[in-house]
């Protein structure tokens, strides 16, 4: 099988794709302010500035800034330059693990290589705002994070923006895309609406905090809070890139796909150990490191170490009734390991204070449908040995076999394009290489 057979048209040439990228367009512009999605830096002096290929703002500096509204409070509407991952947080003392010292004070002096992430809070936790994402169950305090970024010169107009956590900022640009080895498949009758998906990935996602609590520090109008509706996202976009687009129609969803696996990539430099398994929160995270590695051609994105759900909850094991691809709930979790006892005990299985097989088993059922667009993403690119964990795949084709549930996207290119992947993919990585 060709690749001229999987797909419906010739593969479209790189050269056409970046003349038609974005542009961050700095042309001499200088401002002594810049607003986004309502948060307000002004500086101490005109300074030069642009917005990068996917619209997040930077300056060449250093620079002075002066001020920041949402003006800061003790407990509130917090900034942070190059925050690192793992137990600590500056933005707001309502989220778990509030340091303040982690916190920048105004005036301040942005250099070159610092990403200054600015919050505004909300008054009251559990309202949505106007702007509120989809699928956003309201359990933290912020309304929107922004990220501003300082260099020590403007950078191309297609550069992505270097990721905001820690201090690894390495650059990319669009033009870097290896779009010419996308498999360019033909759609399913239907697709969702791409525009959805697009504000979903709009703003940054805030996500560089270890466990559940993460899921506190979700802006309400940046992404969903709860990793089921983050992962959901992840897989439909993760097949989405990977249709035919004679009209660069997803040439956004694209740009801001790779910028999210730049980011993730980022706050895996700052902290390896993170997305621990912990029922349905901290899926998602890793196919978009592993996609955006393979559109720049870079290794440590397309074999990042570190911790990821997807992995430590699947593993090949004896399960009741002959299954051997098994799924477990998380590490060290009295009912771990409940697909290997008869699901008859499934209710004492475990503890006696309703941690026992059942709960085990409904977290199951609620991460199983999400699963499905990213496994079947990576064997349509031949990416499955750089996952370089084969029972994740073995265990969603089990629950393919088993439940074949996913969303209406999912569930229409895994029937058509699941029995062919694997060939799919092989033909991708003889381009690659």
Same mark, same amino acid.
């Given at each position: ?39 307000? @830096? ?14 997040? @703002? ?376």
């Amino acid at each position: 099988m060709t690749r001229m057979q999987i797909a419906s048209f010739a593969i479209l040439t790189a050269t056409v794709f970046v003349s038609a990228a974005p542009s961050a367009a700095f042309s001499g512009e200088t401002r002594d302010t810049i607003t986004q999605y309502g948060v307000t @830096w002004t500086f101490a002096a005109d300074v030069p500035a642009g917005r990068f290929v996917t619209g997040d @703002w930077w300056v060449v500096g250093p620079v002075t800034i002066r001020s920041v509204t949402p003006v800061p409070t003790a407990e509130r509407h917090g900034s942070v330059a190059n925050p690192p991952a793992g137990d600590k947080q500056g933005y707001d003392a309502r989220i778990h693990g509030f340091d303040a010292s982690l916190r920048v004070k105004f005036p301040l002096e942005l250099a070159p290589g610092q990403s200054l992430v600015s919050t505004a809070s909300v008054d009251q936790i559990g309202r949505k705002t106007p702007d509120t994402v989809r699928g956003q169950y309201c359990r933290g305090p912020l309304r929107t994070a922004v990220v501003l970024t300082c260099l020590k010169e403007a950078p191309p107009a297609d550069a992505f923006r270097p990721a905001y956590v820690g201090t690894w900022k390495e650059p990319f640009n669009a033009s870097q895309l290896r779009r010419n080895v996308l498999p360019q498949l033909k759609a399913p009758d239907t697709i969702p609406d791409i525009k959805r998906y697009e504000r979903d990935l709009e703003r940054i996602w805030l996500d560089h905090q270890r466990q559940w609590v993460n899921r506190k520090m979700h802006p309400l109008e940046n992404m969903p809070d709860y990793g089921r509706e983050i992962t959901n996202i992840v897989s439909d976009v993760a097949l989405l890139v990977l249709l035919e687009d004679p009209r660069n129609e997803r040439e956004t969803l694209l740009l801001r796909y790779v910028q999210k696996g730049i980011d993730y990539y980022g706050v895996t430099q700052s902290d390896a150990d993170l997305w621990i398994a912990n029922g349905g929160h901290n899926s998602g995270r890793k196919w978009p490191i592993l996609f955006a590695g393979f559109m720049l051609d870079h290794p440590g994105m397309m074999h990042v170490k570190a911790t990821f759900q997807e992995d430590q909850q699947t593993y090949h094991g004896k399960g009741f009734g002959g299954r051997k691809a098994l799924w477990t709930i998380s590490p060290n979790n009295p009912n771990s390991r409940h697909e290997e006892a008869d699901p008859k005990t499934w209710k004492t299985f475990g503890d006696t204070r309703g941690n026992n097989g059942l709960k085990a088993e409904a977290y199951r059922k609620l991460n199983g449908p999400t699963w499905v667009g990213q496994a079947l993403a990576a064997r349509l690119t031949g990416m499955t040995g750089q996952w370089n964990h084969p029972a994740f795949f073995d265990y969603v084709d089990r629950w393919w076999e088993e439940e074949a549930k996913a969303s209406p996207l999912a569930e229409a290119m895994w029937e058509t394009y699941r029995d062919t992947a694997d060939t799919i993919g092989a033909e991708v990585q003889k381009d690659v290489k």
